[in-house]
């Protein structure tokens, strides 16, 4: 589904990714995990052509990487971005329909929560809510391949838990998932497979039932 090769991004001096190489399958979920800094962000941000980069992207069997964000986000590549950036004071169904499109039937299945709460504020919600928000305008448009940037940022564990049930539902519509984080306990529920990233490099890589031994070497 997601081949980047030899990816290099910079933002104007030096490279913050150097080299990278990874492959994201067919309804496959992949972990990146790293600690602050590494250049989680700034991969996904080349993915989706927010950050200039170097190297080869091909995404559903097409080169991608001279292509613009909007055209990639048409091919079927979503984000649901560091920080969330939900708008806080537009309604849930607002923050949806603001994607342009009309899937919401299917999202709300997925996130009863989010239809109960469809005319509520966005601010108002709660942190674990308000992340199901950006991960389910992120599946407004139908992607092939789900981009998740720190879902469990700022949640309490329990909360974290329901972030990674969600994400459980969402492969079994067989999209492809390439999540960074830095919640260890978040990527072994929900990855198959997982890469270690430091200072821009790509250090390990290994199947997610295997991330304990990684764990002790690298963190
Ligand atoms: N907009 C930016 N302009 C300049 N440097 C940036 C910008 N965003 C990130 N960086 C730098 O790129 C490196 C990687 O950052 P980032 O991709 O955000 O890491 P992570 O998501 O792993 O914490 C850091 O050294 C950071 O300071
Ligand atoms: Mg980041």
């Known amino acids: 589904m997601l081949e980047v090769k030899n990816l290099h991004a910079s933002y104007g001096k030096g490279d913050v990714l150097r080299g990278i190489n990874l492959k994201v399958g067919k ?4 972990g990146i995990i790293g600690p602050n800094g590494a250049g989680k962000t700034t991969l996904l941000k080349a993915i989706c052509g927010l950050v200039e980069s170097r190297g080869e992207i091909i995404f559903d069997g097409k080169e991608i990487s001279k292509l613009k964000t909007h055209e990639r986000i048409r091919l079927g590549i979503s984000i649901s971005p560091e920080g969330r950036r939900i708008f806080k004071n537009l309604n849930v169904r607002d923050n949806l329909l603001i994607t342009g499109k009309k899937n919401l039937e299917e999202v709300y299945e997925l996130f009863p929560k989010l239809k109960e709460r469809e005319k509520q504020p966005a601010g108002t919600l709660s942190g674990g809510e308000q992340q199901m928000l950006a991960i389910a ?11 998740l940037d720190e879902p469990s940022f700022g949640l309490a ?4 838990e329901v972030v990674s049930e969600a994400i459980d539902r969402i492969r079994e519509l067989d999209v492809s998932i390439l999540v960074v984080e830095q919640n260890l306990s978040l990527i072994h529920e929900v990855t198959d497979r997982v890469y270690v990233l430091s200072s821009g490099e790509i250090v390990a890589e290994c199947a997610s039932n295997e991330l304990e031994r990684i764990e002790k070497t690298y963190f």
């Open 137 to 147: 305008r992120a599946l407004m448009l139908k992607p092939k391949l789900l981009l």
């Open 157 to 160: 564990p329990v909360v974290v």
């Open 27 to 30: 309804k496959e979920a992949v």
